[in-house]
């Protein structure tokens, strides 16, 4: 989870006072990645041809798997150890994600994506805190 609501961080910028739900705009960058085997994950576009998504769901280093319903091949470009993961697709994305203002500690996040399988979820939190080495510890809701 803790992956998940980082990637979200590069769509949107804490605001502590967002009068609406920026559903939208992080469905637009989100895709939905499901694997030959069954497997279902999330990631975002942030380069035409270049995902960022959770280094757990990736079990090799190429292969070939739908997103958003297309079919698609990768190959791992950079895994940092964190659970995060970059790869590079066959199929072309559109929207792609921005990059926003450093979270702050009580800054508003929200995520969408495809946690255990299930279908377009829509999560919110607050920053509790960030520790020395970057991770965020986020108090998170489902929406």
Request: net charge neutral.
């Amino acid at each position: 989870m803790r992956a998940l609501l980082a990637l979200t961080l590069l769509l949107v910028s804490g605001c502590s006072g967002c009068a609406s739900i920026p559903h939208e705009s992080l469905k637009a960058a989100s895709v939905r990645i499901e694997f030959d085997t069954g497997g279902i994950c999330s990631a975002t576009s942030i380069a035409p041809y270049a995902l960022l998504s959770a280094a757990h769901c990736f079990k090799a280093d190429a292969g070939s798997f739908k997103v958003n319903g297309e079919d698609s091949a990768y190959v791992v470009l950079s895994n940092d150890g964190k659970d995060h993961v970059l790869v590079r697709v066959t199929t072309r994305q559109e929207t792609l994600a921005s990059v926003g203002d450093s979270p702050r500690q009580g800054a508003v996040v929200w995520s969408y994506g495809n946690p255990i399988g299930i279908a377009d979820v829509l999560r919110f939190g607050r920053i509790a805190g960030i520790a020395k080495d970057g991770t965020l510890y986020v108090d998170a809701n489902q929406y």
